[in-house]
């Protein structure tokens, strides 16, 4: 952590914020002195912050994060003013300028929408200003959405190749047990996720009134995170300067993977498929195994409804997820397409029919 030239630090609701939902201005100033004392150091900054929904909820008189999506985003709008707002005179104590992005996987899931948040967040760090990030919940659905703030600051660590993620909320690390209560004990390190088996039921649940994430969440987003070689180090937002110097705090995800591109990160985690396609055995052998392109030969059924450029799941003959990927074809194109080679296709249709169905580069493989 000490090391790292680029970190992205994620901060929960709840660590933001008052009882009755309003922004607690002392715990904001010592969460950015602690980013301020970082970024001083030599090294680049990304806050993902939740709260703007929370932040919202005293100004409109809600006693309580609402249920219905409506009413979210309608709390999340006023709030999210506020929360830039506070963070944008914080940091002006520090002589930094923020710079706020709003994201949707909707945003994120497509090749040019990427790039582009990709661009303007390179951008921020190059004019020396500090990137907030946050979901844009103001237009997320059910549907399409990154669904809590520590996935999306996973997903942000691999989109800048941090060097390093910080997850910050009430807990000063994982433990072993509900850590209000005697005997539970504080797990400093795990190498492997595989450590972890049986802990499930013990640690899941929201974490508080006003927000969404808990402490499975975290953790799902420490183990994306390290399959993508990041370290991550998870513990309370109390102790965020701590962390930020490098000392022996929390607990530690080491990497558990090699780097990979980051779009194919914000593919398998953050796209919501909009269809199937079922391959045959050869194909599915092709796709997971030698790193192949899907043609349309592989492909026995379609379902779904999705237009070129859209994700979808690509199935084994059992309907079991295989990978993930780009489709270049809108799902009413490809019924008369499957089981055909490309090169009967072209010669019978015209060259744009030589295309892969999913090109490699645009698809990742899932664990099985």
Avoid: C
Avoid at 262 to 278: C, N, T, Y
């Amino acid at each position: 952590m000490l090391s790292a030239a680029r970190i992205v630090v994620k901060v929960g609701s709840s660590s933001l914020t008052t009882r009755q939902g309003a922004l607690d201005g002392d715990r904001v100033d010592a969460l950015v002195d602690a980013l301020a004392a970082r970024r001083a150091a030599g090294s680049d900054v990304v806050l993902v912050s939740s709260g703007a929904i929370a932040a919202g909820l005293s100004p409109l008189g809600l006693a309580r994060r609402p249920r219905d999506l409506a009413s979210q985003q309608a709390a999340a709008s006023v709030g999210q003013g506020l929360l830039v707002h506070r963070y944008t005179a914080a940091f002006a104590r520090h002589g930094l300028a923020v710079g706020q992005v709003l994201l949707t996987a909707e945003d994120v899931i497509r090749r040019a929408h990427y790039r582009n948040a990709q661009r303007t967040l390179f951008r921020l760090f190059a004019l020396g200003a500090v990137p907030v990030v946050n979901e844009n919940d103001t237009v997320a659905t059910h549907e399409i959405r990154f669904g809590d703030n520590d996935r999306l600051a996973a997903l942000v660590a691999q989109l800048v190749q941090a060097d390093a993620l910080v997850l910050l909320s009430d807990v000063d690390g994982l433990y072993d047990g509900d850590p209000r209560k005697p005997g539970a004990t504080l797990i400093p390190r795990v190498a492997d996720p595989a450590e972890l088996a049986g802990l499930e039921d013990r640690i899941g649940g929201t974490g508080s009134s006003v927000g969404t994430g808990g402490m499975a969440t975290k953790v799902e987003a420490a183990r994306i995170a390290a399959a993508a070689g990041i370290p991550t180090l998870l513990t309370s937002a109390a102790l965020a300067g701590a962390a930020l110097r490098g000392e022996q705090v929390g607990t530690s995800f080491l990497p558990t993977g090699p780097r990979r591109p980051p779009r194919l990160m914000w593919l398998a985690h953050a796209s919501s498929p909009r269809g199937r396609l079922v391959l045959d055995d050869g194909a599915v052998r092709a796709v997971v195994s030698r790193g192949a392109s899907l043609l349309p030969a592989g492909i026995t059924r379609v379902s779904g409804e999705f237009a070129a450029g859209d994700p979808v799941e690509l199935v084994d003959p059992a309907g079991l997820p295989v990978a993930r990927g780009l489709v270049n074809y809108d799902a009413g194109e490809l019924p008369g397409l499957l089981g055909r080679s490309t090169h009967e296709l072209a010669a019978e249709l015209g060259p744009a029919y030589e295309r892969e169905v999913v090109h490699r580069d645009d698809l990742v493989v899932l664990p099985r």
